[in-house]
């Protein structure tokens, strides 16, 4: 990857919806490498997808809470049903394994505080191996779905 394919990247992270002709001018270069260039960036897996990026808060999403878990069990077989689970409900933006203790870190979104709490009880506190769930508020979001630094 050279600085060319970086520019690349960095163009995309800010606007996914270029043209290829936009894209190859700001990039400078004609349309043809630059399309060689997107393909390879694509099929190395460098570019893993393009998506929309929406506003939770005006869909209806505006309580939003980190939760930590504490598994009771971390053998393999729980561990994996977990993440499964997990993996499968929709309020759970991201879902990240922890060294240490806790053992998870979750971000979830919910409608409000009572469709949050429904979630909580129905669904998270009911995840295999869990020993304990502890999640604060996010007050405001200070960072939010920052480019990669190229």
Same mark, same amino acid.
């Given at each position: 990857?050279?600085?060319?394919?970086?520019?690349?990247?960095?163009?995309?992270?800010?606007?996914?919806?270029?043209?290829?002709?936009?894209?190859?001018?700001?990039?400078?270069?004609?349309?043809?490498?630059?399309?060689? /260039?997107?393909?390879?960036?694509?099929?190395?897996?460098?570019? @893993? !997808?393009?998506?929309?990026? *929406?506003? =939770?808060?005006? #869909?209806?999403?505006?309580?939003?809470?980190?939760?930590?878990?504490?598994?009771?069990?971390?053998? /393999?077989?729980?561990?994996?049903?977990?993440?499964?689970?997990? @993996? !499968?409900?929709?309020?759970? *933006?991201? =879902?990240?394994? #922890?060294?240490?203790?806790?053992?998870?870190?979750?971000?979830?979104?919910?409608?409000?505080?009572?469709?949050?709490?429904?979630?909580?009880?129905?669904?998270?506190? @009911?995840?295999?191996?869990?020993?304990?769930?502890?999640?604060? #508020?996010?007050?405001?979001?200070?960072?939010?779905?920052?480019?990669?630094?190229?």
């Amino acid at each position: 990857m050279d600085d060319v394919d970086r520019k690349i990247l960095a163009e995309l992270q800010s606007d996914g919806r270029l043209t290829l002709t936009e894209l190859a001018e700001r990039v400078r270069l004609s349309v043809s490498p630059c399309h060689r /260039r997107l393909r390879a960036l694509e099929r190395s897996g460098a570019i @893993a !997808g393009y998506h929309a990026q *929406l506003d =939770a808060s005006v #869909l209806g999403l505006t309580f939003e809470a980190p939760i930590f878990v504490t598994m009771r069990y971390a053998d /393999r077989q729980t561990v994996a049903a977990f993440e499964e689970q997990v @993996a !499968g409900i929709p309020h759970v *933006l991201q =879902a990240q394994r #922890l060294f240490g203790d806790p053992d998870y870190l979750l971000r979830v979104v919910a409608r409000d505080l009572p469709a949050y709490r429904q979630l909580y009880d129905e669904q998270l506190a @009911a995840l295999p191996g869990v020993l304990r769930l502890s999640s604060t #508020l996010v007050m405001k979001s200070v960072v939010e779905a920052r480019p990669l630094p190229l």
